[in-house]
Every structure is written in structure tokens, then in C-alpha cells.
């Protein structure tokens, strides 16, 4: 699913855009099984932001993947610098409980928009 981005109309100011998508879904690879999670998107743009509609259609495209909650956190981040090259990113995943346990998994860039290894 392509990701879709605009010019950012202030490419000169440090500038913070939070995106909250609360209905990600994607499967347990273990059990096969849907897990849930609220998304957090927040990332200071570049040169260009992410287009809104896109990115729900790119979020909705994990529901039918099988990855854990570590691998689709990365995963969106690694994807959505590729695409829009922010200056900062992070995101967050609050995964809903599972066996007695809730998961947040947080991953961020550095300072250039460089995914950190």
C-alpha cells in the first residue's frame, strides 16, 4: 500500500503533526489470532507531511498480517520515514491485553529522520 504525502506548507518551522488511529488490527503469528492496538503517529515533517486518508488505508492494510507487535511497530516506522523523511518520528503501539498483559511498543528516529538500529 503506497503511502501518500503533501508539501509541507512550513518547511522551515519545527512543527509537531500526532496522528491517533485507534482501530489497527494485524494477526498473531503465533496463534493466528487478531490482535488490537491504538497507533500513535508524532513527527515533526520536512519537506513533505503524510496524507491523511493514506495513511488509513496503509494502517488498515496490517489486518491481515501476520507479524508481533515489535516487527509492526518497526515496520510503520521504517516505512513512513521512507515516505515523508521527517526531521523527527515516533511511534506507538498500545497493544490491548493479551493473557493478562498489555503492550506498548515505542520506537523512534533520531533527530535527521534516520530510523535508530
Same mark, same amino acid.
Given at each position: 500500500?503506497?503511502? +501518500?504525502?503533501?508539501?509541507? !506548507?512550513?518547511?522551515?518551522?519545527? =512543527?509537531?503533526?500526532?496522528?491517533?488511529? !485507534?482501530?489497527?488490527?494485524?494477526?498473531?503469528?503465533?496463534? /493466528?489470532? !487478531? %490482535?488490537? &492496538?491504538?497507533?500513535?503517529?508524532?513527527?515533526?515533517?520536512?519537506?513533505?507531511?503524510?496524507?491523511?486518508?493514506?495513511?488509513?488505508? =496503509?494502517?488498515?492494510? =496490517?489486518?491481515?498480517?501476520?507479524?508481533? =507487535? +515489535?516487527?509492526?511497530? /518497526?515496520?510503520?516506522?521504517?516505512?513512513?520515514?521512507?515516505?515523508?523523511? !521527517?526531521?523527527?518520528?515516533? #511511534?506507538?503501539?498500545?497493544?490491548?491485553?493479551?493473557?493478562?498483559? &498489555?503492550?506498548? #511498543?515505542?520506537?523512534?528516529? %533520531?533527530?535527521?529522520?534516520? &530510523?535508530?538500529?
Amino acid at each position: 500500500m503506497g503511502l +501518500e504525502t503533501t508539501q509541507n !506548507p512550513q518547511p522551515g518551522r519545527p =512543527y509537531t503533526i500526532e496522528f491517533v488511529f !485507534p482501530e489497527f488490527t494485524a494477526i498473531r503469528p503465533a496463534t /493466528n489470532e !487478531p %490482535v488490537f &492496538a491504538t497507533v500513535t503517529i508524532r513527527y515533526v515533517p520536512g519537506g513533505t507531511c503524510i496524507e491523511t486518508v493514506s495513511l488509513k488505508r =496503509y494502517l488498515g492494510s =496490517y489486518r491481515n498480517r501476520a507479524m508481533s =507487535y +515489535e516487527a509492526a511497530v /518497526n515496520r510503520i516506522l521504517d516505512d513512513l520515514v521512507a515516505a515523508c523523511h !521527517p526531521r523527527k518520528m515516533t #511511534v506507538i503501539g498500545e497493544f490491548t491485553v493479551r493473557g493478562g498483559i &498489555a503492550a506498548t #511498543v515505542t520506537v523512534d528516529t %533520531v533527530e535527521d529522520g534516520v &530510523a535508530i538500529s
